[in-house]
Nanobody, 121 residues
């Protein structure tokens, strides 16, 4: 059974940094595509970043490219999202998700409860 648990969110000033963590269990980390998406009030769900299943290629939304970095530690079954130069528009609940079918984070079929990120002065 796939289980995901996010942590690391919080309140940060614009320009600041946070590192989100996702503890995974119930599957081998590189068997599925895994990534992060976010939900903000009044906005559609947005895919933020993804590590593909086939070769571990990393993808980023244009809105975070150059500021966010996704990584995984297979020895610890952890996935991370390093977020730098944060902006108020990055405020959202961030979820770690798994796509067990497409291999490319097209449609997440499991995700965690999320962690709140608030960027405000």
């Amino acid at each position: 059974q796939v289980q995901l648990a996010e942590s690391g969110g919080g309140l940060v000033q614009p320009g600041g940094s946070l590192r989100l963590s996702c503890a995974t269990s119930g599957f081998t980390l590189d068997y599925y595509a895994i990534g992060w998406f976010r939900r903000a009030p009044g906005k559609e769900r947005e895919g933020v970043s993804c590590i593909s299943r086939r070769d571990g290629t990393k993808f980023y939304a244009d809105s975070v490219k150059g500021r966010f970095t996704i990584s995984r530690d297979k020895t610890k079954n952890m996935v991370y999202l390093q977020m730098n130069s944060l902006k108020p528009e990055d405020t959202a609940i961030y979820h770690c998700g798994v796509d067990s079918r497409s291999g490319m984070c097209y449609e997440y079929d499991s995700w965690g409860q999320g962690t709140q990120v608030t960027v405000s002065s």
